[in-house]
């Protein structure tokens, strides 16, 4: 996690300086950009994270390693694909989640199939795809993509 703040603010560095140097006012336009963009999705990561933690002292971890764990098998692997599509929201909603759920106990297989879930079964974006791309292409596209986050998930127990 320090590697990646690391670059990303070397990238933010480089990126302002640049901007800078162009001499056009754009590095104050990006700064008003970023704070914005702050604003918009703080509250959204401040009620994640609120939720992350409360699942890790509300729900008892027994029943996230019997539902979840390495021991529930496919059954864990499909309720973590199904679970996964029904997370709202980007990945900085959908990853706090899930990593509560793994840290609690949950399998590789399962966390797995989760976050393929989430990237590939989305209700959410489904809404938006159906709305603004069309039922046909949704329907070919979730039909192409549907067995997907199980194998992942049943690969991952496989192999790791």
């Given at each position: 996690m320090i590697a990646a703040l690391i670059i990303l603010i070397i990238l933010a560095a480089a990126a302002s300086a640049y901007a800078y140097k162009?001499?056009?006012?754009?590095?104050v336009r990006g700064f008003k950009i970023a704070g914005n963009t702050f604003i918009n999705i703080a509250p959204l990561l401040f009620i994640a994270f609120i939720l992350a933690g409360f699942m890790q002292v509300v729900i008892p971890p027994e029943l996230i390693k019997s539902w979840l764990g390495e021991e529930a098998g496919l059954k864990g692997i499909f309720i973590g694909s199904i679970?996964?599509?029904l997370i709202p929201g980007g990945p900085?909603?959908?990853f706090p989640i899930i990593a509560t759920i793994y840290k609690a106990g949950?399998?590789?297989g399962t966390a797995v199939a989760c976050v393929t879930g989430w990237a590939l079964w989305g209700v959410i974006t489904t809404m938006f795809e159906l709305a603004i791309i069309g039922h046909r292409f949704t329907l070919l596209r979730l039909g192409l993509v549907l067995i997907f986050p199980p194998i992942a998930g049943i690969l991952a127990n496989m192999f790791f």
């Open positions: 162009k001499g056009d006012g754009s590095h679970g996964g599509a900085y909603i959908a949950a399998g590789l």
